[in-house]
């Protein structure tokens, strides 16, 4: 089950607010393309980018509106989810419909038009990224042209849900204050980019039988024991397995009732909880958090307390007979 792993490194990035349309335009790295300002008002525009070796994230909004034209990063499908719409979004000639991801594959002219206030989260992702992924995830090749224009069945809600988690993972990138992340957190944030991604499409595996998806979950669950301190992906879990992702979901939830990353994530706190039950002198929560993967200390501890009901400082005070009352 050894799996060779990733390089993900952090290579360049940009934040800053404009007044001018046509400097905008000009920020963003990689990106060859060129704004025209339409409707009426004075243009106040905001972008912020990460680019990391595997892939791109953004975050782009402008006011009052804009026609863009030009091309993404080469070789790259750029996916984009709108957060804010006030106007209507047209994407080579035809108008976006609400609840509706926009899709530029490699090599278009994004043609572009956003008539109003607009907020948008993207990824650029390489097409031999995406082709490794829908490969080791969906066992399909790579994304193909009939993606471009098929009417996605997805509510506009769920379309703001992803737009959000991308501008979070963007953020987290970004307020680094002056320190570079690691790559164990590149990495997790380059998973979390995947799974908002490829959650649009859906699988067309027909999943293995009942017995054979018995042993994947043993697999499955020994392997997850074993790598608590550097958790999995899904896309490594597939790799290492042998499968897609629908059968390891199914695998997963009938012989746990749960989906791979919620197990994981309870072997993983179970296992901060074990340390800090049985703490070392100078142990701390942060280090036992980290020592288990954890890299984003604010959802560590509330996801712990859903867990166990107290928060993790509380778990170190009564092991350590510390009082936390003021």
Not at 17 to 22: G, I, L, N, Q, V
Not at 105 to 110: A, M, R
Not at 198 to 203: F, K, T
Not at 294 to 323: C, I
């Amino acid at each position: 089950m050894n799996v060779e792993p990733r390089h993900v490194e952090m290579l360049a990035s940009i934040e800053s607010r404009y007044s001018d349309f046509d400097l905008m335009a000009a920020s963003a790295i990689d990106w060859d393309q060129k704004y025209e300002h339409i409707n009426r008002g004075k243009f106040a525009g905001r972008m912020a980018q990460a680019v990391l070796n595997t892939l791109q994230l953004g975050r782009e909004s402008w006011s009052p509106g804009i026609m863009l034209r030009g091309s993404a990063p080469p070789r790259s499908w750029v996916i984009a989810f709108p957060i804010v719409a006030d106007g209507s979004l047209h994407l080579r000639g035809r108008e976006v419909a609400a609840g509706q991801p926009l899709l530029v594959g490699p090599c278009d002219d994004i043609a572009f038009t956003a008539n109003g206030r607009t907020d948008l989260a993207l990824a650029a992702i390489p097409v031999d990224q995406i082709e490794r992924w829908m490969q080791i995830r969906r066992g399909e090749p790579g994304l193909d042209r009939k993606h471009l224009d098929r009417p996605w069945k997805i509510a506009e809600r769920e379309i703001v849900r992803r737009g959000l988690a991308l501008a979070r993972l963007l953020k987290t990138l970004l307020d680094r204050e002056g320190n570079e992340p690691s790559e164990m957190v590149l990495a997790a944030i380059e998973d979390r980019v995947v799974d908002v991604v490829l959650g649009m499409v859906p699988s067309t595996e027909v999943a293995e039988p009942l017995h054979r998806r018995a042993r994947v979950a043993l697999r499955l669950r020994d392997m997850l024991i074993g790598s608590l301190e550097t958790p999995f992906s899904i896309s490594t879990m597939c790799e290492a397995l042998g499968v897609k992702e629908r059968t390891l979901f199914l695998a997963c939830v009938e012989a746990f009732g749960r989906p791979p990353k919620a197990l994981l994530l309870e072997l993983r706190l179970n296992a901060v909880r074990r340390t800090l039950t049985h703490p070392a002198d100078d142990q701390t929560v942060t280090a036992a958090a980290s020592g288990f993967g954890f890299w984003h200390l604010g959802e560590f501890s509330a996801e712990y307390k859903r867990q166990f009901g107290e928060l993790p400082s509380a778990t170190l005070a009564k092991a350590t007979g510390t009082n936390l009352a003021p």
